[in-house]
């Protein structure tokens, strides 16, 4: 008579091939989050240079058609005021005190908006030639900065370093 084996996996095939499963899973999983942790990583240096790059292309787009242009500097903060044909009068402001602290807002007429956060840095340099020099910087030691040139439609030579001092 003839010995037939049984068609069964032995109990040690099982363990083994459970083995090499839960090594291969491990290994996966592993490269799962350290791929999580470089995104997120990423992410946090990406987002920050996402919001100046928004804040500065809007600035310099209405910047372009300014006319009347009005800078306003003081301890804590820069304010610009200039007149934009079919908007009317336009405001950027930036303060590092407040419940806008460290916030570019953009407000016309009745409607105000925040158009970048965790801004550390932002200045208007007097307009030069025609010209007017925007820095915008973000990051705890303003690992983030961005600088744009903007040529002004129109002369306009409005400065002032603080509210109170008067234009000449």
């Known amino acids: 008579m003839k010995k037939t084996r049984p068609k069964a996996f032995t109990l040690v095939e099982v363990l083994v091939t ?16 350290v791929a999580q942790r470089s995104w997120d990583v990423n992410w946090k240096s990406i987002e920050p240079k996402q919001q100046l790059r928004r804040a500065l292309v809007s600035m310099v787009t209405e910047l372009r058609e300014a006319d009347g242009l009005f800078i306003v500097k003081d301890g804590h903060g820069t304010r610009l005021t200039f007149q934009r044909p079919d908007y009317g009068e336009v405001q950027y402001s930036w303060t590092d005190t407040g419940k806008d602290a460290g916030k570019i807002i953009r407000t016309n007429d009745s409607n105000r908006r925040a158009l970048a956060g ?37 002369r306009t030579g409005l400065f002032a370093q603080s509210a109170d001092e008067k234009i000449k």
């Open 18 to 33: 459970l083995a090499v499963f839960t090594v291969i899973l491990e290994a996966v999983y592993t490269a799962l989050v």
């Open 118 to 154: 965790g801004i550390t840095g932002l200045s208007f340099t007097e307009p030069i030639n025609n010209e007017i020099i925007i820095k915008v910087s973000a990051g705890a030691n303003k690992d983030y900065s961005l600088e744009e040139k903007v040529a002004l439609r129109s």
